[in-house]
């Protein structure tokens, strides 16, 4: 052992910042890309973004039938929960310190409607007592929407019952005193208790279920989400056509009145800062036909390995992985990954994620196995299908995947795909009779 300076060659991957880009616009939806690329504009003044010019493209003669009046297009002003509850209040008959307390209160409501604020805390910030913060609480229940001031959804399913025309006492009993067991769905120890039949509490479940658990869920204007299809499949005489939708897409080029001030330009430090600019104009333009690429190469190889879904329907989708398109393509896994994140195909049997198209193998008592997308639909259908007062038991979807499909998965695996799907347990699926 002896310590000393020495030399030593080794290869590593250095993650540059431009290689960080790529892989960066490489996962971006075609929203996130436009975003992206409009802020780089302002970052960069060589870099030149050029928005599609949609009007021309979508423009067309304007028939009688198709006529559109022009208010239709004034924008619709939304109204907030709080401007709904405030132009309420304005028209109750209190006084006026009552009034500032409930605006006060109304303020503290969350987007659903609900006051998580204790009476302690909320008497303390406006210097009185809990019975008058309790009061105006209830004045603020009383506005519409129905539920509104709860601070639970036990309390804000009670407000909705007792406000019904008619009054339903069995349902008010269970929720104040049996709400936790009602949930469960232990109905038996309830049925027990207060001597009804569960097919009546049943009943009563599916009418709780109409009720708003959400009171200021109206009001939620919310932005909305728009899906762009990255891809066209068609099917022209038996052949699979693909169209990449980047026309749309903002094109990017090099600002020529900028460059040309960069060749006259004497400084040399602001000649190596626009230096640094036409190459990042030039990273960027390189990365995005990279990208393109990529998205291609990686569609291309999906149609090859899923041709029957694309002519026949989701029927006939197969097991496919990432690693197996990440070698097809002599690339990482994780470049598919990326490249199928937030990615859309248009199909003849509709608008699919890329990732879709990616499910596990599963083995079958056949000669070809099956693909984990299949799986739940075969699990969705007998669910959809069976006896809801003798609902099926995750052992016997199991046997009846075996025998009647040939499909070979576990006890495990059935219940894992039922939380996937959103399907309950057996005992919570169960109705039952009169």
Not at 11 to 21: D, N, P, R
Not at 26 to 36: A, C, R, V
Not at 65 to 79: L, Q, R, W
Request: aromatic residues 8%.
């Amino acid at each position: 052992m002896q310590t000393g300076l020495f030399q030593q060659q080794s290869l590593k991957l250095v993650m540059t910042k431009e290689l960080t880009q790529a892989i960066t616009l490489l996962q971006y939806s075609s929203l996130d890309l436009t975003k992206f690329l409009e802020e780089q504009t302002l970052e960069n003044p060589l870099i030149e973004v050029k928005q599609t010019d949609f009007s021309r493209r979508t423009k067309s003669k304007v028939s009688k039938e198709s006529y559109t009046n022009p208010i239709d297009y004034v924008e619709k002003k939304e109204t907030t929960l709080y401007e709904h509850l405030l132009s309420q209040l304005s028209y109750m008959k209190v006084n006026n310190e009552k009034k500032r307390t409930m605006e006060y209160i109304i303020q503290l409501l969350d987007s659903n409607g609900y006051l998580y604020f204790p009476e302690e805390e909320i008497a303390r910030d406006l210097n009185t007592d809990t019975e008058t913060i309790e009061s105006a609480i209830h004045y603020i229940q009383s506005l519409d929407p129905t539920g509104v001031g709860a601070r639970s959804l036990q309390e804000c399913l009670l407000l909705q019952l007792r406000k019904l025309p008619k009054r339903n006492s069995l349902a008010e009993t269970i929720i104040q005193d049996y709400f936790e067991e009602f949930a469960e769905k232990s109905w038996k120890e309830i049925a027990k208790q207060l001597d009804v039949k569960l097919f009546d509490i049943q009943q009563l479940f599916d009418f709780i279920q109409t009720l708003q658990p959400r009171p200021g869920a109206a009001f939620h204007g919310g932005e909305a989400h728009y899906i762009v299809p990255d891809f066209d499949i068609q099917v022209e005489n038996g052949v699979v056509v693909m169209n990449m939708h980047d026309s749309y897409l903002p094109k990017v080029s090099l600002n020529l009145q900028y460059y040309q001030h960069f060749l006259q330009e004497k400084d040399s430090q602001t000649k190596s800062y626009l230096q640094e600019k036409v190459d990042q104009c030039q990273w960027i333009m390189r990365s995005l036909e990279q990208r393109k690429l990529t998205l291609q190469n990686v569609m291309n190889e999906i149609i090859n390995h899923q041709l029957e879904f694309f002519l026949k329907g989701p029927a006939h989708l197969k097991p496919l992985i990432m690693s197996e398109v990440a070698q097809s393509l002599d690339i990482h896994e994780s470049t598919v990954s990326r490249a199928v994140k937030d990615k859309f195909v248009q199909t003849p049997f509709g608008i699919f994620e890329m990732k879709y198209f990616f499910s596990r193998n599963i083995q079958t008592t056949g000669l070809t196995d099956t693909s984990s997308t299949q799986v739940k639909n075969v699990l969705k259908q007998l669910v959809d299908e069976e006896n809801k007062q003798k609902p099926l038991s995750d052992q016997e979807i199991v046997s009846i995947l075996k025998e009647e499909h040939g499909i070979l998965v576990s006890r495990r695996t059935i219940a894992k795909y039922r939380d996937q799907l959103n399907i309950p347990s057996s005992s919570k699926r169960k109705r039952y009779s009169k």
